[in-house]
């Protein structure tokens, strides 16, 4: 029986989460993308805390966003949480893509990330 992209996407997320767990030395960098927009958050699971956010939807970097395809915003995304971890003292973390196909925007965002200065 064929399954539904949202079925596959979901049984991909829980092979991915049973074996990326975010501790306090390495929180976990989750992805998701929708249609028009792409957020990242960085978690440490063990205290169940969100450290550090970014989004296309964000008041602070929407206005820089304006008018960019949706790979360049996903780069500039990755860029950002990439800076708000340095500033909250985070090196690596764990990348987590959240059942979505390594490729495209989640590429960029990863991407992005890692020339900013974050290890995973």
Request: hydrophobic share 40%; aromatic share 4%; glycine share 6%.
């Amino acid at each position: 029986m064929a399954k539904t992209k949202e079925q596959t996407r979901a049984r991909r997320k829980m092979s991915i989460r049973k074996k990326v767990n975010g501790t306090n030395e390495r929180p976990r960098l989750s992805v998701f993308r929708s249609a028009k927009h792409i957020y990242a958050q960085v978690i440490d699971d063990v205290a169940h805390q969100t450290l550090a956010t970014a989004s296309t939807v964000d008041e602070s970097l929407k206005t820089s966003l304006a008018g960019l395809k949706k790979s360049e915003k996903a780069k500039k995304i990755g860029a950002a949480i990439a800076e708000r971890c340095k500033a909250k003292g985070i090196e690596a973390v764990v990348f987590d893509r959240n059942g979505f196909i390594y490729h495209g925007r989640v590429q960029a965002l990863a991407d992005a990330a890692r020339e900013a200065g974050l290890k995973f």
